[in-house]
């Protein structure tokens, strides 16, 4: 059993979901689940449709309209026939979607998120699902938020494992008994134990993938994305990346976690724990070796890599009668970040301040501020850039800072993270 990831770019357009196809073809030599994204743009699309429709905006239909038109612009190209059964099928899911906007209003804003936003990953199924029995290709579709249970945590479900695994099992073995070889499920998307529709968080597909390998014992995870694997940075910011051939499972959990994009930091730990390797994979050059995250036997690389995170805010906070920054401080100052809504990607603390970088564009800073100045002096340097390096040498710190100001710095034995003026 192998499970195949592909996500929005992979699946975009119509050009997209015919190399789906091929690579099912060409590389699917075992039973294989696959996991899709919603198309393309899709999920950015039905956040504004949602906005427009909770909060009454004109353009509200006109949004909606628009998705309904991408998606049927795809399945004319793959579906000449416009008498094919998934016509009526991908009409149903929007009569669905419309009744599900027209009850949002009296939602709170996360729950009507999760039931608006998992419709991206319906219609992509929907069509892909289709597309590949018509080119021979028998596969059974499986609705993830029935299967994947949470713990109702709208827009970030945390997954109840036990009736998950069951679950995917018993899904599984329908498969088998009709006789097929592939099965196709959403990703993001799961439920609560009500029925209710949760999402895993955003650009959590990744995640939905680990799950179906971690309940199905798969022999290997691949990933297949729109670059030749691993890279040891961001190409947009650096022009002589390097492709990683070797990963180990706690170097990617560690990148992952420090914000490189490749891979969705809860991904690791379901692979990890049954010894599963992920392969990342290209879908535009399936012969490309790509990159192998926990390979048992194999060497782990030790090429440095980057990860560079723009609009940071470093604030650094001090109690106004000098004392000690204790743990009664720091609870009382994370509350206030918990309530605001504050990613903190960097903390160090002194006797007598704690510093903190944070994103700047998200959760609330001036309300935080406005909270923890009532005990505390809080001072902050906004337009800063955050790039943390894993495996450096001081050669290499050196190249990157330059003549740049370091605002703060803090080592371990294999990662540094600099905070730095722009």
């Not at 219609?123 to 299967?147: H, K, P, Q, R, V």
């Not at 961001?234 to 891979?263: N, Q």
Request: with cysteine.
């Amino acid at each position: 059993m192998e499970v195949y990831k592909f996500g929005g770019a992979s699946v975009k357009d119509a050009g997209a979901v015919k190399n789906v196809a091929s690579i099912l073809k060409s590389e699917a030599t075992d039973e294989t689940c696959v996991i899709v994204s919603a198309m393309g743009k899709t999920t950015n699309a039905l956040e504004a449709v949602l906005d427009a429709f909770y909060h009454g905006k004109e353009n509200r239909e006109a949004l909606l309209k628009g998705v309904l038109a991408s998606h049927l612009q795809i399945v004319s190209a793959l579906f000449p026939d416009a008498s094919h059964p998934v016509y009526a099928k991908l009409k149903a899911l929007f009569i669905r979607l419309a009744n599900t906007l027209a009850k949002t209003s009296s939602l709170p804003f996360d729950q009507a998120y999760d039931q608006v936003v998992s419709f991206g990953e319906r219609f992509s199924t929907c069509i892909i699902s289709a597309y590949l029995e018509m080119e021979g290709i028998g596969n059974l579709e499986l609705d993830a938020s029935g299967l994947v249970v949470t713990d109702g945590h709208f827009r970030e479900g945390k997954v109840l494992w036990e009736p998950t695994v069951a679950n995917i099992k018993k899904a599984m073995d329908s498969v088998r008994q009709q006789g097929l070889r592939v099965a196709i499920s959403q990703g993001f998307i799961a439920c609560d134990a009500e029925g209710n529709t949760v999402t895993l968080g955003r650009e959590g597909s990744d995640y939905s993938a680990a799950i179906f390998s971690y309940c199905l014992d798969a022999s290997k995870m691949t990933i297949w994305k729109d670059v030749p694997g691993v890279l040891n940075a961001d190409p947009k910011y650096f022009s002589d990346t390097e492709k990683i051939d070797y990963i180990s499972y706690y170097d990617a959990t560690e990148l992952a976690y420090f914000g490189a994009s490749i891979i969705h930091p809860k991904t690791i730990k379901p692979l990890q724990n049954k010894h599963i390797p992920l392969h990342v994979r290209s879908f535009l050059d399936v012969k490309a070796s790509g990159t192998w995250v926990g390979l048992d036997g194999v060497e782990n690389s030790r090429i440095p890599s980057f990860i560079c995170k723009p609009r940071q805010t470093l604030l650094s906070i001090y109690p106004k009668d000098f004392s000690f920054v204790d743990e009664t401080n720091l609870s009382e100052i994370f509350r206030c970040f918990v309530e605001n809504r504050l990613k903190v990607n960097l903390m160090q603390n002194s006797a007598l301040s704690f510093s903190v970088c944070l994103d700047s564009e998200r959760g609330d800073l001036p309300a935080a501020l406005q909270t923890l100045s009532r005990h505390y002096d809080c001072r902050y340097n906004g337009d800063l850039e955050l790039v943390t390096i894993r495996h450096y040498t001081q050669e290499v710190v050196d190249r990157i800072v330059g003549s740049r100001k370091v605002m703060l710095e803090q080592r371990t034995r294999h990662t540094i993270q600099l905070v730095l003026q722009v």
